[in-house]
């Protein structure tokens, strides 16, 4: 999986007066429509994912595929409606070809999200030690000077709990602690994968997306 700077195509939501983050999703990563996937069933949102969705369902060979497609789908909006409840705003999930060594295992799968934390007022470099210093398990845990301020970067290793119906293989998080300037919230990037043995190339993906963060409109000075 190559970790060199891409390419960027400008999203239009890069012109949303509303943001208050700009980043770059790196290539191989495509967008989660958290909007769509968890818009209310009686909404013209919903009405249009159930469209797209049809010709998926018709195109199951029998009544049980369809309705386990079904269910795999409802399963997935309740991971995605569980991210937004602790502050998610952005979830895309990342494909690579596991190039490293000329080796050509098998396709890497990530995700990649983006989550506001509400936090007690502080200088963003305290609020960046206090992200990782109040949280148990963190390692490999850097202290460093962004363009959008200090950050700390730290690493993770989950297993989910038996009774959750999820994969029981450990699962590596990747964090980014970005305080905002304003000193109210802050903002975490998060690469999660299975993926453990290519830690290196993830680390240095997430640390490309961090070093390309702003707080500030960085199209103001040369979009009119």
Not at 100 to 109: A, D, E, F, Q, S
Not at 207 to 224: C, M, T
Request: glycine share 6%; charged share 15%.
């Amino acid at each position: 999986m190559s970790t060199t700077t891409p390419y960027f195509t400008l999203h239009e939501s890069a012109q949303d007066p509303d943001a208050e983050i700009w980043f770059v999703e790196p290539a191989g990563f495509t967008t989660i429509p958290l909007d769509v996937l968890l818009a209310p069933q009686d909404s013209p949102a919903a009405e249009k994912l159930r469209t797209a969705l049809a010709p998926l369902l018709d195109a199951a060979p029998d009544d049980a595929t369809r309705q386990q497609l079904i269910a795999q789908l409802a399963a997935g909006q309740q991971i995605l409606e569980a991210l937004r409840e602790a502050g998610t705003v952005h979830c895309s999930v990342g494909l690579h070809r596991d190039d490293v060594g000329g080796t050509g295992g098998p396709p890497l799968i990530s995700l990649l999200t983006l989550s506001w934390r509400d936090i007690t007022v502080a200088p963003p470099a305290i609020t960046a030690a206090r992200a990782v210093a109040s949280s148990e398990g963190h390692t490999h845990v850097e202290y460093v000077e962004l363009p959008c301020g200090p950050a700390s970067v730290s690493e993770t290793v989950r297993t989910a709990s038996a009774d959750s119906g999820l994969p029981q293989q450990p699962l590596l998080q990747i964090h980014a602690h970005l305080p905002h300037p304003a000193g109210k919230r802050l903002a975490i990037l998060t690469l999660a994968t299975a993926g453990i043995a290519r830690r290196e190339q993830y680390r240095a993906i997430l640390g490309q997306v961090a070093e390309l963060v702003s707080f500030d409109d960085p199209l103001a000075s040369v979009i009119p």
